[in-house]
């Protein structure tokens, strides 16, 4: 069974959401954006994490850490435990005075002391023997634990390629375990936290016990004052190593087979932000039988295991990797200038020599995890796509490829896909914070402006009832019943402006909070208008206007909501008479150009409307200002209630308009609408109706005249 190493935490406190984790992290999934008090987090997702580090090393915060075995280990070594050690060759860069540390190790009682140098030797003998044997034609190297975990979670079509050799760290407890007989379990001084992978995996059967990376190390050594050089020197137990040393620097396991396999391909990558795209391409070029080298030599770290995820990240410089290489450059011409090289290929092939002669292939030899297939991020469909961008308020193509990295993905699909998998969440996106910070802005200016309006519209016939009440009772016993007529009829004016007002305000919010549902049925929408166009006649004959009801046919059946479309004719209509000319006309029709739609238009000569005002008229408190218009008095919440009512029937409503000339005023309706059907069995839902206004006893078409 195949066991999730968990290694690398958050520290939810540090963390400020910055998604430098998320940008950098070479594979989906690995880590899961969520919200704590409305904070954005990113924890690791252990499942995904192939532990390449780059997370921690990019975190300005220290808000992620990793864990290793450094306090089990020299609790265990104090408490009498019997170990040994292999240390990585990186330990020549990451202590200058390693031999002390040796040393210094030797006095708490290690055991045995080995270079993994050594054991890189015997890796590459199994290397070279493998591919002989197993006539390979093409192989992936394997010390690196971030190449291998990622091969075994999202890449295993490429797992017969990964080289089936032990690392230079197992190669070498292989052989003090089986060959040495050394008994005591080992620790391996390591440059690597993904090291820890290796360990727990059945594949290597145990052979290591403890990862201690050379950063906790040093940290312990630091923290309990131990200063190794008062410790005496002590050197490597094994037999001394030929060039597997260079294995820690880049490049290094190139150097080493090519100097036993000539003008071979071998290909070199290094880094995070390579690797894996390579081994996507690498197995890609596979697929369609494209050449490949014969050796992948890859390692997660750009600059090798010299500067690992478990060494100090922040003592890499420019000058520093130079400095290393020069002193790798001095150890390999040391090892090889011997009588011109001759001795060290003497040596060499007696080291392999050796190897044949004592050692089984077989021992070295290493399986991997064939079902631990993690990427099982589900694809959303075209809808769901547009559900989750319609969510993150983008509408727009152009706003759907902002591709702005914010997210830390580079790319909005990519963060709808990890919205849908709930990796991510819609406020760890800048565009949709950005749109929530404007429309706050807009919904706070619109609601200033709307208070500003109805104040002025409430206020105003309010005060003309107020003053003509209080000239009423001032002259009391001198006003005759021609005044009380006059006075009463501007109080009723007023009232009846004060009733509109509200049963409008009303309405707006109703529909906006979404309490309201058209009660659809099929009725003919000829004669429902007929008789709403003949119920306004006094108010058009008392402005000595015409009014003129055309229709296509006598029966035009619409599946509609009757109460709806008396007050969009209402308002229509008091429009046309408003802002229609004295002893004009008003045009009243009704069409159907095709079986599918109905089309009413309400058309006046009147003062007509801007043409920059054609749209802006439909929405809330837009009045238009020009000497014509002003002098009638308005809300302009009417044609924005016009419109939500036509829309949530599935219609759809126009303006055409030339100053001075008039104005025509177009309503189409599908014929069927979708929801016709659920209202069948549907109470009636309807947010305003006559008698709501039964207290006051007044017909409906006065509150609009
Ligand atoms: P109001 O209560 O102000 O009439 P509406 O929302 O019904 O509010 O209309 C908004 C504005 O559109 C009006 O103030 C007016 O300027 C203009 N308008 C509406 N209908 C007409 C029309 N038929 N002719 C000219 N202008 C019109």
Redesign the pocket.
């Known amino acids: 069974m195949y066991k999730f190493v968990d290694q690398i935490y958050l520290n939810e406190e540090k963390c400020v959401g910055c998604n430098k984790c998320l940008t950098n992290c070479p594979v989906p999934g690995a880590n899961i954006a969520y919200l704590v008090d409305g904070n954005i987090k990113i924890k690791v997702n252990p499942e995904k994490c192939i532990h390449c580090g780059e997370c921690i090393k990019v975190c300005d915060h220290d808000a992620r850490y990793y864990k290793d075995d450094t306090e089990r280990f020299f609790k265990d070594l104090q408490s009498g435990k019997k170990l040994s050690v292999v240390a990585a060759p990186a330990i020549r860069v990451q202590f200058r005075k390693y031999k002390k540390l040796l040393g210094y190790l030797k006095s708490l009682g290690v055991n045995f002391i080995y270079d993994v140098s050594f054991g890189a030797d015997i890796s590459i003998w199994a290397y070279l023997r493998t591919i002989k044997k197993y006539n390979c034609n093409s192989i992936i190297t394997q010390p690196c634990p971030p190449i291998v975990n990622y091969i075994e979670k999202y890449q295993p079509e490429l797992l017969d390629k990964l080289a089936p050799i032990q690392s230079a760290m197992m190669c070498m407890a292989i052989y003090m375990k089986k060959y040495a007989h050394i008994k005591d379990d080992i620790a391996f001084l390591s440059p690597c936290i993904a090291k820890a992978d290796e360990i727990h995996d059945e594949n290597t059967h145990g052979n290591v016990k403890y990862n201690i990376t050379f950063n906790k190390l040093s940290e312990y050594l630091a923290s309990n004052n131990i200063d190794i050089s008062q410790f005496e020197e002590s050197s490597f137990d094994d037999m001394g190593c030929s060039l597997g040393f260079l294995f820690s620097r880049p490049g290094g396991f190139k150097e080493n087979i090519g100097y036993y396999i000539k003008d071979a391909w071998i290909k070199e990558i290094n880094g995070t932000e390579y690797a894996y795209d390579y081994l996507r391409g690498y197995s890609n070029n596979l697929k369609q039988d494209k050449e490949v080298p014969l050796i992948v030599d890859i390692l997660n770290c750009s600059n090798g295991c010299n500067f690992g995820t478990g060494t100090c990240s922040k003592c890499v410089s420019a000058e520093r990797i130079d400095q290393v290489d020069s002193e790798f450059n001095k150890l390999k011409s040391a090892k090889k200038k011997d009588k011109g090289g001759k001795l060290f290929r003497k040596k060499v092939d007696w080291l392999h020599g050796y190897f044949d002669k004592n050692l089984k292939l077989e021992d070295f030899m290493r399986l991997y995890n064939r079902n631990v297939v993690v990427n099982n991020i589900v694809e959303p469909t075209e809808e769901q796509y547009d559900e989750i961008f319609t969510k993150l308020n983008k509408h727009t193509e152009e706003s759907r490829n902002i591709n702005c990295l914010a997210c830390g993905y580079g790319s909005c699909k990519t963060m709808a896909l990890a919205i849908f998998n709930d990796l991510n969440v819609p406020s760890n996106c800048i565009d949709y914070n950005k749109k929530e910070v404007i429309n706050e802005h807009y919904i706070s200016e619109a609601r200033n402006e709307f208070f500003t309006n109805i104040s002025h519209e409430l206020r105003t016939p309010l005060n003309v009832i107020y003053s003509v009440l209080q000239l009423e009772s001032t002259y009391k016993d001198t006003l005759v019943i021609d005044d009380i007529m006059k006075y009463n009829d501007i109080i009723k004016q007023n009232c009846l402006r004060l009733i509109r007002l509200v049963n409008n305000i009303i309405d707006v919010s109703r529909i906006e909070a979404g309490f309201f549902r058209p009660l659809f049925k099929m009725e003919n929408i000829v004669s429902e208008v007929e008789n709403i166009v003949l119920s306004i006649k006094t108010y058009v004959d008392n402005k000595k206007m015409n009014l003129i009801f055309d229709t296509q046919k006598e029966e035009i059946y619409l599946s509609c909501d009757t109460h709806l479309i008396e007050r969009i004719m209402l308002?229509?209509l008091?429009?046309?008479v408003?802002?229609?000319r004295e002893k004009g006309t008003i045009k009243v029709n009704i069409y159907s150009k095709d079986s599918k739609s109905v089309t009413i238009s309400?058309k006046?000569d009147?003062?007509?409307?801007p043409e920059e005002?054609h749209e802006k008229?439909?929405e809330r408190f837009?009045?238009?200002?020009?000497s014509l218009?002003r002098k009638?008095?308005?809300?302009?919440?009417?044609?924005?209630?016009?419109k939500s009512l036509v829309e949530l029937q599935g219609g759809t409503i126009t303006?055409k308009?030339v100053l001075k000339q008039?104005?025509e005023?177009l309503v189409t309706f599908p014929i069927e609408h979708q929801d016709h059907k659920l209202s069948e069995n549907m109470e009636s839902h309807i947010l305003y109706k006559k008698d709501s206004t039964e207290n006051v006893d007044i017909e409906f078409s006065d509150i609009y005249f």
């Open positions: 308002n229509l008091s429009n046309a408003k802002y229609g309400v006046d009147g003062v007509g409307i005002m008229i439909f837009q009045k238009v200002d020009t218009s009638n008095e308005g809300s302009g919440i009417g044609l924005s209630l016009v303006c308009s008039g104005s005023f």
